[in-house]
């Protein structure tokens, strides 16, 4: 019986191509609007915020796109990654269910976001980009773009969500670093920012409003551009080569699987293990089951709405049809920060209506316990997003336990927590609150939708 933990690729078996799911789909998913003419939006109401590379990957009807060889240069520093089969938590569950998790953690900047901030910065450098803006919630997407903007010569300003600026002061150190420019969101450096301080001062801020105060600046320097580390379709394509090394990997160990759990803030690392998985699955090859796992204090799958909604919390961006709780939410403080958006993924959501994958919410303290399971069995300290999925992860296996079935469960471990040890800090020291969110609240904030579309 085979006792193998690390399933490993040779650089030479790195995958060339990222996958684009949308001409596979039974249906196309809806475009994005003009907020003010409820017309689709086409490639020169874009250009303001994103190279023309980028604009045409995101409505690209090609089913493969070439993986640009100075990004494969970069991809090498970490990639492959390793897919692993946490024989020691299945054991200390006492599960019959096989566990494996692709582990992302070994990027340079400890989680997946470096999958599409390389191709994104070096496609802006190609177009003779100078600078790039983007929000962040936890900061491993600022410090992942911030990687990337050094090794192409790009200078980034950073909005980084007050409730995570405060929390995880290394990550701001690590963007610095790499020599971006950070500010705590909301800020008085933008018209959004002091609207937001003006009626909270004291504001916690969410990914919605460091997104307006991104944009804001973007939009208003001609030689700045925009850089979103998630729910574009473009953004979930480049995380697709999570999903292609995966596959190759688990033919490696002679299983296919019958769950694939990942956790969703807007959508990208679940988007980029599921979708080359959902693929086969479409073509009849595979069965999974494929779960969205979100926080229960922001909950856009399981209790928002199917509408179109504006991407940011000021309304600057285009209509986007998705799950949302409305873009004038604002989630609680939680430790996950990167799951703090009040959407979801447009491209998710369409597939999640037309009943290709399915969701469920948990409470951050459940996520927490599993973390420590985890970073007890396992070894690796998981980031408080995959602690979503790692508790989905210990579900799924207990009650395979129940059953006596044998599942074969895949999930994205999709960052390191090394940087968020504060919030282990506060699990640990009885310090962590599931605070309740009352429908009312949802009510109250899906009533700013915008009317008309
Ligand atoms: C480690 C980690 N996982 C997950 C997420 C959620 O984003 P997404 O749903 O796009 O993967 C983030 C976002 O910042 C993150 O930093």
Redesign the pocket.
């Known amino acids: 019986m085979s006792n193998q933990v690390k399933y490993v690729l040779q650089e030479s078996e790195m995958p060339q191509q990222w996958y684009n799911i949308i001409p596979d789909l039974p249906a196309p998913p809806p475009p994005p609007l003009h907020p003010g003419t409820h017309q689709p939006v086409g490639p020169d109401d874009l250009a303001p915020l994103f190279p023309t590379a980028l604009i045409m990957q995101e409505v690209s009807g090609d089913r493969h796109i070439a993986i640009p060889e100075p990004v494969l240069d970069v991809y090498r520093l970490w990639r492959p990654t390793p897919l692993y089969r946490a024989r020691r938590l299945e054991k200390d569950l006492g599960t019959p269910a096989k566990i494996y998790y692709k582990y992302?953690g070994v990027s340079p900047a400890?989680?997946?976001?470096p999958n599409t901030a390389v191709p994104q910065a070096y496609y802006n450098a190609a177009e003779g980009v100078r600078k790039l803006t983007t929000e962040?919630?936890?900061?491993?997407?600022g410090s992942s773009l911030a990687f990337a903007c050094a090794l192409f010569g790009i200078d980034l300003e950073v909005w980084m969500v007050r409730s995570s600026f405060d929390q995880k002061p290394y990550r701001k150190l690590l963007m610095e670093t790499y020599g971006a420019t950070v500010h705590p969101s909301p800020s008085d450096v933008t018209n959004a920012g002091r609207a937001i301080l003006a009626q909270h001062p004291d504001s916690t801020g969410s990914l919605g409003i460091a997104i307006s105060e991104a944009v804001e600046v973007a939009g208003s320097n001609a030689d700045t551009r925009y850089a979103l580390?998630?729910?574009l379709n473009h953004?979930l394509m480049h995380?697709t080569i999570i999903g292609e090394e995966a596959l190759k990997q688990l033919a490696e160990a002679g299983d296919t699987p019958d769950v694939i759990v990942?956790?969703?803030?807007?959508?990208?690392?679940?988007?980029?293990l599921a979708f080359p998985f959902l693929r086969e699955k479409m073509a009849g090859k595979m069965n999974p089951v494929i779960r969205a796992v979100e926080p229960a204090a922001c909950p856009s799958f399981t209790r928002g709405t199917y509408a179109y909604d504006f991407g940011d919390t000021a309304g600057l961006t285009p209509l986007l049809k998705m799950h949302t709780l409305g873009h004038e939410f604002i989630p609680d403080p939680i430790h996950?920060?990167?799951?703090r958006?009040h959407g979801m993924?447009p491209l998710l959501s369409h597939i999640y209506e037309l009943g290709l994958i399915e969701a469920v919410a948990k409470p951050q303290s459940e996520c927490f316990a599993a973390g420590l399971r985890f970073a007890r069995t396992e070894g690796i300290v998981p980031?408080?997003?995959?602690t979503h999925a790692v508790a989905a992860c210990i579900e799924e296996a207990l009650r395979c336990k129940e059953t006596g079935e044998e599942k074969v469960i895949l999930t994205a471990l999709?960052?390191h927590g090394l940087l968020d040890l504060q919030a282990y800090g506060d699990y640990l020291h009885g310090q962590m609150e599931d605070l309740s969110l009352s429908d009312a609240t949802i009510e109250e904030a899906l009533r700013g939708l915008p009317a008309g579309v």
């Open positions: 992302e400890g989680s997946h976001k962040t919630g936890a900061g491993q997407w580390g998630s729910v953004v995380q990942g956790c969703t803030g807007g959508g990208s690392n679940f988007g980029g996950a920060g990167g799951l958006y993924s980031a408080p997003e995959p999709c960052g």
